[in-house]
């Protein structure tokens, strides 16, 4: 099973400011990861997929990079919808995977 | 617009059984592959079980494997998770997901949802 590690658990970010996600993949999943959004009480929401491709209607604030093994979703200048948790998961093989998520909060 | 919506969840005994629905409309049925993927109170996603568009092909997580069956009904437009033999580790909402793609799977629209409970 390929495991998925976020960094970090939280981050503290205001408002405008630029925040950066980080996802790890134990082996290559080379470009086969998506990120999703999470608020409370809702399903998640399609980000990125493919590692970099933008979803249908996700703003260009969003921005999704890497392969292989490490992987960056970037959130620029923040606002305050953006404040909630956010997963990756890989679909090089199954099982499908997601990491345990990162909750970008209001510093 | 594309929907999924849930149903079936409840309030179950350890060792008992509950057939989840998902209801879909607003796109082609047949032609995407199907998910459950699970969230256990203030826990992360876990994806459970896939089945292909046509039937042929399902996986299931080894958590579940032997216990929970999914299927679906092209006809109806529905996707179902039978789920035996719960714990209380099964605990959670149930969400139902769409894959986007015809190979490759990740997810571009989710149900709302449904609990599931199982008492101890």
């Known amino acids: 099973e390929i495991v998925m590690t976020q960094s970090p658990a939280t981050l503290s970010v205001s408002p405008g400011e630029r925040a950066t996600l980080s996802c790890r993949a134990s082996q290559s999943v080379s470009s086969h990861l998506a990120w999703y959004q999470q608020k409370p009480g809702q399903a998640p929401r399609l980000l990125v997929y493919g590692a970099s491709a933008r979803a249908t209607d996700i703003p260009a604030r969003f921005s999704g990079s890497g392969s292989g093994t490490e992987f960056t979703l970037t959130i620029s200048r923040l606002q305050s919808e953006d404040f909630a948790v956010y997963y990756c998961q890989q679909y090089n093989d199954w099982p499908l995977t997601f990491g345990g998520g990162t909750k970008v909060e209001i510093k | 617009e594309v929907q999924l919506v849930e149903s079936g969840g409840g309030l179950v005994q350890e060792g008992g059984s509950l057939r989840l629905s998902c209801a879909a409309s607003g796109f082609t049925f047949r032609t995407h592959n199907m998910n459950w993927v699970r969230q256990a109170p203030g826990k992360g996603l876990e994806w459970i079980s896939y089945?292909?568009?046509?039937?042929?092909?399902?996986y299931y997580a080894d958590s579940v494997k032997g216990r929970f069956t999914i299927s679906r009904d092209n006809a109806k437009n529905s996707l179902y998770l039978q789920m035996n033999s719960l714990r209380a580790e099964d605990t959670g909402v149930y969400y139902c997901a769409r894959d986007y793609d015809r190979i490759w799977n990740w997810f571009d629209s989710w149900g709302q949802g449904t609990l599931v409970t199982v008492s101890s």
């Open positions: 089945i292909s568009s046509d039937t042929t092909t399902m």
